[in-house]
């Protein structure tokens, strides 16, 4: 039995619909806080069980059987991310699982100024301290949050964020291809490579990109962090959101989501999505 976690988000959801076509749906279960909304995957054969990080109790239930787990990483950031992260760890290892997979990121370290990232490392250190057998999927930085962040300048023409750095975009789909073939083989043990997409691209290139998309100029301008955060704060971003988008670009300047590495595309046999195709689609698809 393969556990996948979080299989109502984005990611989570991905590695499931992938593993039917990898194994048959009797071996895969889902651990969701919500049932309901896993309630197609359960129709096509997936055990599906609530499991909840901040319940211990349903994860014995959730986890039971399981010979691999994939632990997606919570939504929430700070002492309450790594608490969650090492209660399903913990869960996993009484379940007596084979292996842990967790979701990490290529950034993941301690003094990252990108609040995510130090979340990231401890739950690394977690899974070292676990017993069992672990796969951290080190996974590059999603193009769709790149999405999130110019939204804005497809509508104003210019794109006034924070000085930054080369990040090296990688695809949802991409990552929950390369997660399904380490729960199903003998591929990434430990702490992977970084898996990224196949090129570093900064706002500036991205302003670039649209304007080519979309045939208007996209005009790129650097702002303070201070500036950047206050105007965050006054269209109403939580402040500790607005932190975080600070933060994001403080580690970009710090190259730490640059390195391109060939791991992701040489693991799936094929070229990684490229962010102008990406933001192509993503343009022409309806919110």
Same mark, same amino acid.
């Given at each position: 039995m393969i556990i996948v976690t979080g299989a109502n988000g984005q990611l989570g959801r991905m590695v499931a619909e992938r593993l039917l076509e990898a194994v048959p749906a009797e071996e895969i279960g +889902?651990? +969701?806080?919500?049932v309901e909304a896993a309630r197609g995957l @359960? !129709?096509? @054969? /997936?055990?599906?069980?609530? @499991? %909840?990080f901040a319940d211990p109790d349903t994860l014995a239930h959730a986890f039971e059987g399981a010979s691999k787990i994939l632990i997606v990483s919570t939504g929430t950031t700070g002492e309450a991310a790594v608490r969650g992260h090492r209660t399903a760890i913990a869960a996993a290892a009484a379940a007596r699982a084979k292996r842990i997979l967790y979701t990490s990121h290529m950034g993941a370290s301690p003094s990252s100024p990108f609040v995510?990232?130090?979340d990231h490392a401890a739950t690394e250190e977690a899974l070292r301290q676990s017993g069992v057998p672990f796969t951290s999927l080190r996974n590059g930085f999603y193009i769709s949050s790149a999405v999130e962040l110019v939204r804005g300048a497809l509508e104003t023409g +210019?794109? *006034?964020v924070p000085e930054d750095g080369p990040v090296?975009?990688? !695809?949802?789909? %991409?990552? *929950? %291809? *390369? !997660? /399904?073939? *380490?729960l199903t083989?003998? /591929?990434? %043990? @430990?702490?992977?490579p970084a898996l990224t997409g196949p090129e570093v691209i900064d706002m500036a290139e991205i302003a670039e990109i649209l304007t080519r998309l979309t045939g208007r100029p996209i005009r790129r301008v650097v702002v303070s962090d201070d500036e950047y955060r206050a105007r965050l704060v006054s269209h109403g971003v939580p402040e500790p959101s607005a932190d975080l988008l600070v933060g994001l670009f403080a580690a970009a300047r710090a190259g730490d989501f640059a390195p391109v590495d060939p791991t992701l595309a040489d693991l799936l046999g094929r070229p990684t999505v490229r962010v102008e195709d990406y933001l192509k689609s993503a343009l022409t698809t309806p919110r």
């Open positions: +889902v651990s +969701v806080r919500d @359960g !129709a096509r @054969g /997936v055990r599906v069980r609530r @499991g %909840d995510p990232m130090p +210019v794109l *006034a090296a975009w990688t !695809a949802h789909a %991409d990552l *929950a %291809d *390369a !997660a /399904v073939l *380490a083989g003998e /591929v990434l %043990d @430990g702490l992977s």
